[in-house]
């Protein structure tokens, strides 16, 4: 099963310049987390967000959440060739144990 | 923080041979591990829930005699592809909670299987 979408499906910046991605989803949930991906490669946990955040930093990241949308964004400010990579929503449903659910993905290119 | 390995990393196997990957929490017990498959430029679909003790839940479309997850302790859930076929080539990861984390569910990922069927 698969919870939501993202989008953009693919996004090309330029260094320094910032990137936005969106994610919408369909279930009531827990919390809401951001991870990346590099190609071939596992998954890196980047950010959590609860259901009662609206907006979460770190770093160079920001993430909001509009539960009454039922969709979040992921900002990534001053962009670096390094975060070139796949970036995927997940949700994470209100019945305690249960899985992430991921978000179709969005994959960031980013050139020098 | 919590590990979660996977072994092998890669496999390459003949078609009608099967392969089994292993999953294990290394500093936590997992009551629960789930298993996520990843075509190519395409996201992690759950595959199953792993329960310790008793029988995996698979997500609707998944076959469950092909797929055979095995729950056996705490810390290891092994997930073995029978009678592979080139279609079965994927990405395969499994993550685990943490009971003991707090409540709003930290879920631990594996580095991934890589499997090739030729």
């Known amino acids: 099963s698969q919870q939501g979408e993202e989008d953009p499906q693919a996004l090309s910046i330029q260094e320094g310049e910032n990137a936005t991605m969106n994610c919408s989803y369909k279930t009531s949930i827990n919390n809401l987390q951001w991870y990346r991906q590099n190609s071939g490669r596992g998954l890196v946990h980047l950010i959590l967000i609860r259901s009662n955040e609206r907006e979460k930093h770190s770093g160079r990241l920001r993430v909001t959440l509009d539960t009454s949308k039922k969709s979040s964004s992921l900002l990534i400010t001053a962009s670096r060739a390094a975060d070139t990579a796949s970036y995927f929503c997940?949700?994470?449903?209100?019945?305690?144990?249960?899985?992430?659910?991921f978000g179709k993905g969005t994959t960031l290119s980013v050139s020098s | 923080g919590a590990v979660v390995s996977q072994h092998p990393s890669r496999v390459i196997c003949k078609s009608g041979t099967s392969v089994k990957i292993e999953c294990r929490s290394l500093?936590?017990?997992?009551?629960?591990m789930f298993w996520y498959r990843q075509f190519p430029k395409q996201s992690l679909m759950l595959m199953a829930t792993?329960?310790?003790?008793?029988?995996?839940?698979?997500e609707q479309g998944v076959e469950k005699d092909k797929f055979l997850i095995n729950h056996a302790s705490l810390t290891l859930s092994t997930l073995t592809v029978t009678s592979a076929h080139p279609e079965d080539s994927s990405f395969y990861i499994c993550s685990a909670r943490d009971p003991n984390r707090p409540s709003y569910n930290e879920q631990f990922f594996g580095p991934g299987t890589r499997l090739t069927v030729l």
């Open positions: 792993s329960n310790e003790g008793s029988k995996a839940t698979y």
């Open positions: 500093d936590f017990q997992a009551t629960t």
């Open positions: 997940a949700t994470d449903a209100l019945e305690a144990g249960t899985a992430l659910i």
